[in-house]
């Protein structure tokens, strides 16, 4: 009997299970803890929607009470009206801002003259390129030595010196520095400025590495000569100062420093060109560099600061290359092109003012910074930025209405159908419907915005309602601006009663981070999420226990089913035929 070609594990034929059928068995055995497990996921998600909602609506409250608090004047860092603007009459002459710290009022400015930086050329070199024969060194950008002159000393600073400058820092440029006391803290401190008041980067006195221009203290240097790094030795004693003492104060310790030049060496084959270049190629003092450069045949030497502290000096040291060039002679110019000069300001008439630099002066009027253009006149007014101060309070009602309206879109219904023929509308509920003290801070905000007080409403300052979605809406800008240009003060008194109230209304659901209403809806969310995970998980780990014993089940029987299978073939094939050559024979 043949046998080949036919299967004897064909699944119709003999009841074979297949895989699909086993999966088919094992979910079928399953399906209600399946649906069980669906549903603790599906609640775990829906708290978790929540919680999303909460912590978006915190974001939105904190971001209205940050507002709030501000124009409440609880945050120390802003203050109302604080803004400053910068009017200047002729901007040709000077460009003026004015920062929050400034005065309001007007001042008269005179610029008499701009700081000049300072430059001097040679004698005309018929052949630039050539070589000059001209062979020594000399000193430029300061003299062949650095000197530490004292001119205020006192029985705390009792003396300077000049010295080494220290490894990878840049020598003080030339001028007069001062050394300032004060006491903070119950301690003495000390600190190096310039002749402008400017303080200077020093090394640490502490002892650490790097260099500092803040505060240090006095005892770290009582007693000792104190090395700045920066080519200064300045010596202190061990006395206690009797009193504080500041920049440009008559006993107030100073010294005139002058730094020492860049080093040039000149060979017989240098042209004037070499010359330039290894000039511009040398290192200089703080304050002290400058540029050379070739113009008709003459070489041009000019301070890259302006400014009389920063006039070109130099020295002959062997030969006499400055002198035959007739650059310097004796210390002086030969051919000066533009003195070296300081910025002139006269301000309302009876104070004039003496500046090296002509932009970024922000200690000529406190709070203010001043660009010079050019000599002339000007009024400078500083006011209240008006501008800044509506925008403020317009940031408090935009925030107000993004904190509402989510409010109000979650804590409500919203229309999903007006429905149709003798059909009712139907709505769908916000993620946060039902939660009674969420809807009672809608009404509370509310209240504030409508409430009238003190010294008036928003109505007043053009804001309205809007009926349709409760927003706040400024519908008369002109009354705004009018308002706040006319009466600032009352104006600032409505809008801090406002926002005070604002900020009464959301403490207790946002001040305390811990016990605050939506901080413990927060951690009770946080709570039932976790608790819903954790029996999902179990529940997981039991269905996927569950479905490994049954498949393992299905599996054992189709083996023993597939057992029989071979069994029965086993017997038609060698039994069988035994039997019916038996019966043939």
Known sequence: MATTGVSLYNQETWGYLSSASINALVATALAQKQKQLSALQQKASDLQVVRAAISDLATKLSALDAVAEQLAGLSPSYTFGAARTATVSDATVIRASAADAA??????????????????????????AEPLGLSGTFYIGGLASAAASAEVTDTVVTGFAAAPVGEGLAQLGSGAYYVELRQYAGAWQFRLVDEEGSAVEIARADGQPGTTS?????????????????????????????????????????????????????????????????????????????????????????????????????????????????????????HELQAAQNALITVNGTLTVSRSRNSGLTDVISGVTLDLLKAGTAELTVGVDLSAAQN?????????????????????LTLSSSGGYKENPTYSRGTLYGDSLLAGLRY??????????????????????????????????????????????????????VAAAVNSALDPYIEDANESIIARRGADLDKQIGMYDKRVKQTQERLQAEETNLRNQYYRLQQQFVASLQRQQEWLVFGGAGLLGGLLG
């Open 103 to 128: 005065s309001t009022g007007s001042f008269s400015l005179n610029v008499m003259q701009l700081a000049k930086a300072h430059s001097i050329r040679s004698a005309q070199i018929s052949q630039p």
């Open 444 to 497: 509370s905000l509310h209240q504030v915005l409508l409430a009238r007080y003190e010294h008036g409403s928003l109505a007043q300052l053009g804001f309205s309602i809007d009926g349709t979605n409760m927003t706040i809406r400024l519908t008369d800008s002109a009354a705004l601006s009018s308002a706040l240009a006319n009466d600032f003060q009352s104006v600032a008194a409505l809008v801090k009663e």
């Open 392 to 412: 403020k309070i317009q940031e408090l009602v935009a925030k107000f209405n993004d904190a509402i309206g989510y409010l109000r879109a979650k804590t409500g």
């Open 214 to 334: 803040t505060w240090q203290s006095l005892s770290a240097v009582a007693g000792r000569d104190f090395d700045t790094g920066r080519g200064l030795v300045i010596s202190f004693s061990e006395a206690e100062p009797a009193s504080a003492k500041y920049f440009g104060e008559a006993g107030a310790p100073r010294v005139r420093y002058t730094a020492q030049g860049a080093l040039i060496s000149v060979q017989a084959g240098d042209s004037l060109l070499d010359i330039r270049d290894k000039i511009n190629a040398a290192t200089y003092a703080a304050g002290n560099e400058l540029t050379a450069s070739v113009v008709d045949r003459h070489l041009v030497l000019a301070a890259r600061r302006t400014g009389e502290r920063f006039a070109i000096r130099g020295e002959d040291v062997e030969g006499s290359i400055l002198a035959s060039l007739e650059l310097l002679s004796g210390g002086s110019p030969v």
